[in-house]
Structures are given as structure tokens and as C-alpha cells.
């Protein structure tokens, strides 16, 4: 079945950094990804959908110059959060469609973010 | 637009002992349904699907969701839980004819299963 990788899986950095995170279809090409964040105990809450080629698209709400996302190739696509702050921390999970509307999206494992 | 709800936010229920997570949604056009699973520090998979056909959909690890289109619902069932069924499950909904393979989630129940 598709698969979807997402890296690293858990980062702890200082409060500024930036870190980037990165989504891999590893078995089928994805023209669509996806990303989210979720909350303790919440939903997920649609960040960005990704194209390859173009610019992404955001939901209201969700600042692009602080997260951004770069959707280079078929296979990859990569969330940098910019000048991450504590309140930043989050578990971020991304998803790639592979043009299937009877399987729309195939998630990856997540990553915890952690700002101290 | 759609819109998810998901009755329950917390369930336990003993292990061996039937369980039932509700799922309404909203959508004035037709969709296709889901459920996820989310295990712990972990992303979602795929549990079962309504796109057509049989409004009763089961899974490989005995669950089971019935369409019902007149109460616009899509409920889940196990008739006998284990502890490894202990996880956050997601009710989704995606619009027929979309090109953009957009879900659209519930809030999420959380099953507990206690020995």
C-alpha cells in the first residue's frame, strides 16, 4: 500500500530556531500533500495543502511567512517552521494524495515538536 | 460545506465488551465516508470506507460502520474489543467529485479499553 514518510519524528530545539520537516511519498507520486497540526486531545487542524510546482495554499489563520512549505518534487514536500517560539510546539502530520478519491490522502507517522 | 460530528469525545469500555462511536455529518452535496485510527504518537490509517455499494463496511480487525443515509450517519461498532483497540478514532468525510482530496474531520473519540 502507499506509503508516506515523514522526518524526524521528534525534535526538541531552542526557541528560534527553525526547523524543517520533511513528507516522502516513497511508493506513488503525489500531486497533492497536506499538512496539519494537532493539538493534545484534538483534531487535526488543516495547516496548508501543498501542489507540486506552486505555491502552497493556507488556511485562514495560519501564517505563511512563519510556516513554510516547498513542494519541490512528486515525492517530497517540507515544512520549515520559522523562529519557533514554545507555542509552536505541536504534533505536525503530513499527508500525500495519490489521486485516489476512494483513498484521498495516506498519512505520515508525525513528528513532536518541542521548543524550549 | 461539511461538517463532522463525532458524539462522543471519550469512550472506555471493558476489554471483551461491545463498543459504538457515532459519526454525524452534514454536506449538501454526496460524500465519500471514513474512519481513521490514531495509535499514540502516531499518524492515522485507514480503518474502513463508504463510497458505495453495501451501506455496511468491515474492516480486517472486526470493526464495522453502516451508512445511513436517511440519519446522515456513519457509526462505528466492534462487538468485542481488545486492549490493543485502545486509540483515538476519527470520523472523515470527503466530497464525490472533488479534485482537491480534501477531509474533512470530527473532533475525535478517544477509546479506552480496561482489562
Known amino acids: 500500500g502507499a506509503v508516506v514518510s515523514q522526518h524526524p519524528s521528534r525534535v526538541i530545539c531552542k526557541s528560534g530556531t527553525s526547523v524543517k520537516i520533511e513528507c516522502r511519498s516513497l511508493?506513488?507520486?503525489?500531486?497533492?500533500m497536506f499538512w496539519y497540526r494537532q493539538f493534545p486531545k484534538k483534531s487535526l487542524m488543516l495547516m496548508a495543502t501543498?501542489?507540486?510546482?506552486?505555491?502552497?495554499?493556507?488556511e485562514q489563520g495560519v501564517e505563511k511567512d512563519k510556516f513554510l512549505i516547498n513542494h519541490a518534487s512528486l515525492t517530497l514536500s517540507t515544512l520549515t517552521v520559522t523562529s519557533a517560539h514554545p507555542e509552536d510546539s505541536s504534533f505536525y502530520i503530513c499527508s500525500a494524495s495519490s489521486g485516489g478519491l476512494d483513498q484521498p490522502q495516506h498519512f505520515g507517522d508525525g513528528t513532536r515538536l518541542s521548543i524550549l | 460545506a461539511q461538517s463532522v460530528t463525532q458524539l462522543d469525545s471519550q469512550v472506555p469500555v471493558f476489554e471483551e465488551a461491545p463498543v459504538e462511536l457515532r459519526c454525524n455529518y452534514s454536506s449538501s452535496v454526496s460524500v465519500y465516508l471514513f474512519w481513521y485510527v490514531q495509535y499514540p504518537n502516531q499518524g492515522l490509517q485507514l480503518l474502513l470506507k463508504?463510497?458505495?455499494?453495501?451501506?455496511l463496511v468491515e474492516s480486517i480487525n472486526g470493526f464495522e460502520a453502516e451508512f445511513n443515509k436517511s440519519q446522515t450517519s456513519f457509526h462505528l461498532r466492534k462487538p468485542s474489543v481488545h486492549i490493543s483497540d485502545t486509540a483515538e478514532y476519527f470520523c472523515?468525510?470527503?466530497?464525490?467529485?472533488?479534485?482537491?482530496?480534501?477531509?474533512?474531520f470530527g473532533a475525535g473519540t478517544t477509546v479506552t479499553v480496561r482489562a
Open positions: 511508493d506513488f507520486q503525489a500531486t497533492t
Open positions: 501543498s501542489n507540486e510546482g506552486s505555491k502552497a495554499t493556507y
Open positions: 463508504y463510497l458505495s455499494g453495501s451501506t
Open positions: 472523515a468525510v470527503s466530497v464525490i467529485g472533488s479534485n482537491d482530496y480534501k477531509l474533512s
